[in-house]
């Protein structure tokens, strides 16, 4: 019966308009998923790698229970670096339960020249769906664009999976999602910026999101985010030592309800 129950669940979420491209990281989903130009984001591997600025080795940890049901969970990890070469970065993300998981590996490079920053990452999808339904996997490529247009106004730009990768069954095959997005950011003051971002998925309607962070208090700071197709409302806190920051998040979705969030970014 509980089976059953999921089988529906997945039909089900699988008919809602969602964003095909979701960003990691509770301080994202706080912001309305509006990263596309979000500076030194911990998790950019995930959204735009052309926004990754580790300047020190960096460790971090998510989950998202989405609406609330723990077999839709959203669990992932990420690491970066600086090198040499610029800013290196690894992630892992898995998303399901037994009769749907997704799972990416990503590795990226950010490289920046002035005010002006280039980062993309090279991903490898597995997709398994249950009751002997198959699995695939593919290779896929984002690319992204960063720059500082004066001290306070910032603008990013990624394009994923360009090229049109597919999952790879056994009879046939099942295009990846391929998306566009675009974004300024504008520092109101040192101790508040606001996000927008438009996002186009080639098999959905244009998605508009926006986001603003504040500092409440010294180390502490709110944030408040929403999005349109589908509309979401989000908020949350996150806390920055020097050791560590911890992000705490709710998002509410128009149809399907609350998803809590929590990262945490161990800083070496």
């Keep these: 019966m509980i089976r059953n129950i999921l ?6 979420l699988i008919s809602v308009e969602v964003p095909a491209q979701i960003p990691m990281g509770a301080r994202s989903v706080s ?7 979000l500076s030194g984001d911990d998790w950019a591997l995930f959204s735009n790698p052309a926004n990754a600025n580790a300047e ?6 998510y989950g998202i229970r989405n609406y609330g049901i723990s077999e ?19 992630g892992v993300h898995r998303y399901g339960f037994d009769l749907f998981s997704e799972t990416r590996l990503r590795f990226g490079l950010m490289q920046q020249f002035g005010d002006l920053s280039i980062g993309g990452s090279l991903n490898y999808n597995h997709l398994s769906i249950g009751n002997n339904y198959g699995s695939g996997g593919a290779f896929s490529l984002d690319v992204g664009m960063a720059a500082e247009l004066s001290e306070r106004l910032r603008f990013g730009m990624v394009a994923v999976n360009p090229f049109g990768s597919e999952y790879k069954f056994e009879q046939e095959g099942e295009r990846l999602f391929q998306q566009l997005a675009a974004g300024f950011s504008y520092r109101i003051e040192e101790s508040a910026m606001v996000l927008l971002d438009v996002v186009k998925d080639i098999r959905f309607p244009v998605s508009y999101r926006a986001g603003l962070e504040a500092e409440i208090i010294e180390r502490l700071r709110g944030r408040v985010g929403v999005t349109s197709e589908p509309v979401t409302f989000s908020a949350g806190f996150g806390y920055r030592a020097s050791a560590f920051d911890v992000n705490i998040a709710i998002q509410h979705h128009q149809i399907l309800g609350m998803s809590p969030a929590l990262d945490f970014i161990v800083v070496f």
Excluded: C
């Excluded at 089988?7 to 089900?12: E, G, P």
């Excluded at 309305?32 to 130009?37: E, L, V, Y």
């Excluded at 020190?56 to 940890?61: A, T, Y």
């Excluded at 839709?72 to 690894?90: E, N, Q």
């Design 7 to 12: 089988h529906i669940i997945v039909l089900i």
């Design 72 to 90: 839709l969970t959203d669990i992932s990890a990420v690491s970066g670096v600086p090198t040499p070469i610029g800013t290196a970065m690894a």
């Design 31 to 37: 912001l309305g998923m509006a990263t596309t130009s």
């Design 56 to 61: 020190e080795l960096k460790i971090g940890f």
